[in-house]
């Protein structure tokens, strides 16, 4: 569970978010939960572990020197670098469902095993909040049930492609 | 071209400028309550997002009135979009007896966030101020100004060179837009095929706006005092007590009866006027504190957009110009969509929910994304805003432009 | 809404909720006992018990006309308060499991069933890890809600009427039985129901689709009705489904008949634009409501995608609206109190009257610390649920000469199937209210030998089949390799975008041994029995399973040129096998039989006025009324049966 404070995250969280979900860093702050994510990583991974992560991607950017996350080159570094990785990898995919979602899901079995299981890794909506801007929503051209109703007839209409939304 | 119709009256083409300029006087109030308005932290402010909401929808109902009344006498609507920060166009608001002093507004309208100033800003355009002909042949408030159209409309239709209605309303009634359309809010729209109609449109603007009137400034705050008094009532006669919950439960169930005016002000002191408060004190003839209950109000629950965005402050490219003009490209084409709406095609309104909904859900992400200076436009001075002191840009966020949209 | 309605408001909030009020500090406890107690000492109209769609209805008719009522409800009454109803939305959201009950808190006091806790019943050992007991063969695998306003809180809204056959089964197709009322005694109530509820439907198109089937248009609608609100308009898939089935004039054959397979608009109690044909009795346009504590919202249905559990604006119908719309200065004819639990119906001496409901009142749903306190009426009306209602008759030894109470329990097996569109068709799914068409194979001469369904064409795609779109997320997500960035929002929208689900909504004859009884070994905290339940689904439903399911595929893979991807898990508690083929269903909350009307004592708990045999001034109102469950959701046909009771009511009442 979260504590009432929270940090500020990391540029490298953020531009990391950004490549791993494939939404700009503006569309990311705009869910107002950039912060929130990066303590609830910090809370249930432990800051040594997802510093770990950040370095990583840190000098992937580093390395590939271009600061737009979304350029297509990272593409298989992260891939090797970050989703091959048994430490991190797990964790990136938690961060990237976290922001599709807006769910914590419990880290996998293999990974608990090897590194240790946190108390506060049990499923769970991280918020309210979260649950309403879960990306996955934005992604198929939908909304949550329940939040950013899409108004009267609105569904009449045919689905926005992809990047409409 | 060679035309044999006989020529339009001048007195019509006035009167189908000035409703044209209605248009874009009620057009221009909205962006600012919407910016104010999604600018306040879900959740909370409950009271006061309700008073701002509610004029906005107001706002919107009257531009429909306005596009009807307009086709109804052979006028063809334009949207245009305003650009802020800027005067109301065509009113000049007159100076309050009060000007210069703390809770007054002066100066052009901005797009800015909840805070005192911003209500500040909807008091001026909603205050009421005595009725009168204006002396200067410019208009000094809102009520003053649809007072002068509805006098046009019926000089039109008395006197020597008298109109016969069929000459004034020579719109089609297929662009009227159906009262099933607007919903939601307090009122009704109309369709507008003759002088009564009209007359009941434009009653129903002035009555539900800043409440003018001279005399109907007091009957105005009557309405508001009697409307608190059901509350008062309820408490009182209800021996056990009733929590302000249920007292507000009451309230706001109730369709919103007090002016605009009286609304903001409410929020602005943070207190609701109650059975026996007077607007204006006898003896200093200053406006009264209101002293009812107190109302709540979190100036900090608030994302602090800077004040008047501009998509051109950031490059070309960067993640906030994208997110600035996909909200551009949406408020513009929610603008297309009802200038399609007004001139012919009334039927498309169903499409307008959508457009209002899509304009909120961006508006409020921008109003959560910090401003970034690294994607400043270093073409644009502006960007930066001197203006401001540097310790409050620190948690400075976007916020939503509300520009016309024009594709590079 | 307007000062009727916030007059109303204010008399209903000086007893609705008078336990939320308790929480403020302004309010001691004895304070409250004095006001109940005052209640309690009168003898009143009527008494209802259970402020659910029914109660609501008939409570708000007798109040109108000026007769003193009280209404028990056993929950809280949480949403009397705008913030305390937004809290349901933001419990919804916090909820790992969106299940019909994810909003509204348990309440240990007045327990409601929950579809998390249901299992197969496996050797004869009762499940008993749910508020009901589960004797098997199948659980009961459904759900409904105590709270003010009853299940109508999460039910979808789908308000269409029973088929003029669907009364008559016994007579049409030697099974089931008839019910002791015709069809035509049953129309001028749906037509008050409707607009009590605010229905949205073309009935042009109901009455022609009807024609079609089984030559009832008129009988069903007559020539002149209107519905209060014009039809939804239908969404992206319909339309869809509607180009490839209705333009193709696609067809089933049954027994040598051809059936149209097509996209019908289901009527729905959701606002939608207000139908300018319609007048009201009182010659009045129709207004729709929406929410009552807000003015700026619910007018219209904001296609917030979530009927079940909860409309966040109130646009779809729950029966508080009906509490709150009593008339200009009714209000001190209605008390309302919740937290009180009926737990017995007491008889005089000769058995013939009733003369007292004793219920517990307890003031925290944590802590089974009551009070028990009997109230007095010239009339009582219990309508307190089907499951409820029978289980309350047990427990008091009442109205059950017949031995019917608690026999007879229907629900819809619910039978979901799923596939995709062709690759490259965008379905539109996640968008607007839950359902707004069906494909219905509601009538016909196929019924003396299988079931009739209706397949709701569901606008959420597969996520009640395989939890879309979450589990789309995790599977691209947590998949080998991971899909990420622009890849992973290309691959979700294009597999979510191409979902369509069918969920097949079959009808279940009435059985005597599918029942609800009590049992000494299962009391609830605070000493009222929990439900006892036996039930299974019989072949006359599970034959109808398989045409669904035949047809389902037939309309994926050649009217779509698209792929069926059902595949039903053996190991859920709604597992079932047909013919050696294995299906699984789950249930539908349309919970009716358990004291059905009748036309002779000995097999039936009320007659057609809904009056216990029993006793004179006892009458039973609710799904459990329903002789027979036909195909229609039965919200709709339990308010019809509300508003021609209260009628009785107040004729027996007197002016």
């Known amino acids: 569970m979260l504590t009432e404070l929270t940090w500020s995250a990391p540029k490298d969280f953020l531009t990391l978010s950004s490549a791993l979900t494939g939404f700009t860093t503006a569309d990311l702050q705009g869910t107002g939960l950039v912060d929130i994510y990066y303590n609830q990583t910090l809370d249930v991974i432990g800051s040594r572990i997802t510093g770990i992560l950040l370095l990583k991607w840190s000098a992937i950017r580093t390395e590939a020197g271009t600061f737009d996350p979304l350029d297509a080159k990272f593409k298989p570094r992260i891939q090797k670098d970050i989703f091959d990785d048994p430490l991190v990898g797990p964790v990136a995919r938690n961060v990237l469902l976290m922001w599709y979602t807006g769910n914590w899901y419990q880290m996998p079995g293999e990974w608990r095993q090897n590194y240790g299981a946190s108390a506060g890794d049990q499923p769970h909506v991280v918020s309210a909040k979260a649950y309403q801007e879960g990306l996955m929503w934005r992604a198929i051209a939908a909304h949550p049930p329940a939040a950013k109703s899409p108004g009267f007839g609105s569904w009449a209409e045919p689905p926005k492609s992809p990047y409409e939304v | 071209m060679a035309r044999t119709a006989k020529m339009i009256d001048p007195r019509l083409i006035t009167l189908r400028k000035h409703l044209q300029w209605a248009l874009e006087v009620e057009h221009f109030t909205i962006p600012p309550y919407l910016c104010t308005l999604y600018s306040i932290a879900e959740g909370t402010n409950s009271v006061s997002t309700a008073v701002i909401q509610s004029v906005a929808m107001e706002e919107m109902l009257h531009m429909a009135l306005v596009a009807n009344l307009l086709n109804a006498v052979g006028g063809k609507p334009r949207i245009i979009e305003p650009v802020y920060p800027a005067p109301l166009p065509h009113i000049t608001l007159e100076k309050p007896s009060g000007a210069g002093k703390p809770g007054h507004a002066e100066g052009p309208i901005p797009l800015q966030k909840f805070s005192p100033a911003a209500i500040a800003v909807f008091m001026a355009i909603e205050r009421p101020i005595a009725r009168s002909k204006s002396s200067d042949g410019e208009f000094h408030s809102i009520g003053q100004f649809y007072d002068a159209v509805r006098k046009e409309l019926r000089d039109l239709l008395k006197g020597k060179a008298k109109l016969t209605p069929a000459e004034v309303f020579t719109g089609n009634s297929a662009h009227q837009i159906d009262p099933d359309y607007y919903y939601g809010g307090a009122g009704r729209l109309l369709r507008i095929e003759n002088i009564k109609d009209a007359e009941l449109a434009i009653e129903e603007i002035v009555d539900q706006g800043e409440g003018l009137h001279g005399k109907v400034f007091e009957k105005r705050f009557n309405q508001a005092v009697e409307f608190r008094a059901d509350v008062h009532d309820q408490a009182e006669d209800d021996d056990r007590g009733v929590p302000h919950d249920t007292a507000h439960f009451a309230r706001s169930t109730t369709r919103p009866v007090p002016a605009h005016y009286f609304r903001f002000r409410e929020i602005s002191v943070g207190r609701y006027y109650q059975a026996g408060d007077k607007a204006v004190c006898d003896a200093s003839g200053e406006e009264c504190m209101p002293t009812g209950p107190q109302l709540p109000v979190q100036w900090d629950a608030v994302y602090n957009m800077r004040p008047n965005p501009k998509a051109c402050f950031y490059k070309p490219g960067t993640p906030i110009r994208r997110k600035l003009d996909d909200f551009n490209q949406c408020y513009t084409r929610f603008c297309q969509l009802l200038q399609s709406c007004f001139v012919g095609k009334p039927q498309l309104m169903a499409q307008t929910p959508a457009g209002m909904f899509e304009i909120r859900h961006r508006a409020i992400e921008l109003m959560r994304i910090p401003d970034d200076p690294d994607q400043y436009d270093p073409k644009y001075p502006d960007s930066k805003d001197a203006t401001i002191d540097n310790k409050l840009a620190a948690n400075r966020t976007v916020g939503p432009s509300f520009e016309k949209y024009v594709a590079e | 809404m307007g000062r009727a309605a916030q007059i109303a408001l204010r008399s209903l909030t000086r007893l609705v909720g008078l336990h939320e009020l308790l929480e403020s500090d302004t309010m001691e406890f004895p304070a409250r006992i004095t006001d109940i107690q005052s209640i309690a000492d009168k003898v009143h109209d009527v008494v209802v018990i259970g402020a659910g769609v029914a109660g609501a209805i008939i409570a708000k008719t007798l109040a109108n006309a000026g007769k003193s009522i009280v209404l028990l409800e056993a929950g809280r009454a949480t949403s009397i308060l705008p913030e305390r109803y937004a809290s ?12 019909p009950n994810s909003p509204y808190p348990q309440n240990l006091n007045a327990p409601s069933p929950s579809v998390l806790n249901q299992a197969r019943v496996r050797d004869g050992y009762p499940v008993t890890t749910d508020y009901h007991v589960y004797r098997g063969p199948m659980p009961f695998l459904t759900d409904y809600l105590k709270t003010l306003g009853g299940t109508t809180m999460h039910f979808l809204g789908t308000c269409m009427r029973a088929m003029p056959n669907d009364l008559q089964m016994k007579d049409k197709y030697n099974c089931g039985v008839n019910w002791p009322i015709k069809f035509e005694a049953l129309r001028p109530f749906y037509e008050e129901a409707e607009c009590e509820i605010g229905v949205s439907a073309d009935v042009d198109e109901q009455r022609n689709e009807v024609e079609e089937i089984a030559k009832a248009g008129k009988e069903m609608f007559g020539d002149k009705y209107q519905y209060p609100m014009m039809k939804l308009p239908p969404s992206h898939l319909d339309k869809y489904l509607a180009a490839n089935l209705n333009a193709k004039k696609f067809a089933i054959d049954l027994f040598g008949r051809k059936y149209p397979v097509k996209v019908v608009g289901t009527p729905a109690g959701r606002n939608s634009m207000p139908n300018p044909k319609y007048k009201d009795k009182s010659g009045q346009p129709y207004r729709p409501m929406g929410m009552p504590y807000d003015a700026n919202s619910g007018e219209r249905c904001e296609g917030n995608s979530s009927c079940v559990p909860i409309c ?344």
């Open chain 3, 312 to 655: 966040p604006v109130m646009a779809k119908y729950n029966a508080l609206r009906t509490l709150y719309s009593l008339d200009d200065g009714r209000g001190e004819n209605l008390k309302i109190i919740s937290q009180a639990v009926a737990s017995k119906i007491t008889l005089a001496a000769n058995r013939k009257t009733v003369n007292g409901i004793v219920c517990k009142i307890y003031q925290d749903e944590n802590n089974s610390t009551c009070k028990e306190y009997t109230f007095r009426g010239k009339y009582y009306v219990v309508t307190a649920h089907a499951i409820e209602t029978a289980k309350l008759l047990l427990a008091s030894d009442a109205a059950n000469r017949s031995d019917m109470v608690g026999r007879n329990l229907m629900d819809h097996p619910y039978l979901l199937t799923w596939g995709l569109a062709p690759a490259g068709q965008r379905t539109g799914v996640f968008r607007g209210p839950q359902i707004t068409s069906e494909v219905p194979l509601r009538d016909g001469h196929f019924r003396s030998h299988f079931a009739a369904f209706r397949a709701d064409i569901r606008s959420g795609g597969w996520d009640f089949a395989t939890g879309a779109p979450y589990l789309n997320a995790l599977t691209l997500i947590r998949g080998q390799p991971p899909k990420f960035g622009a890849d992973l929002r290309e691959s979700l929208y294009n597999e979510v975008q191409r979902q369509v689900s069918f969920g097949f909504q079959i009808e279940q004859l009435p059985d005597p041994t599918n029942r609800v009884t009590i049992d000494q070994q299962y009391m609830d905290a605070i000493g009222n029995y929990r439900p006892v339940i036996n039930y299974n689904i019989d072949d006359y439903s599970r034959q109808a399973m398989k045409v669904a399911r035949k047809l389902f595929k037939d309309i994926m893979v050649k009217q779509l040129g698209g792929e069926d991807n059902t595949e039903y898990n053996n190991a859920g508690p709604g597992y079932l096998e047909v013919d050696g083929e294995t299906f699984s269903v789950y249930g539908s909350g349309h919970i009716v039989g358990t004291h059905r009307m009748g036309d002779s004592d000995i097999n039936s708990v009320t007659d057609k006025d809904l009056r216990t045999w029993d006793h004179d001034n006892l009458y039973l109102v609710g799904g459990g009324s329903m002789p027979t469950l036909g195909t229609a959701n039965p919200t709709l046909t339990i308010a019809a049966l509300a508003c021609r009771a209260s009628h009785t009511l107040l004729k027996r009442l007197g002016k």
């Open chain 3, 88 to 99: 349901y939305v933001e419990n919804f959201h916090l909820a790992m499991a969106k299940v």
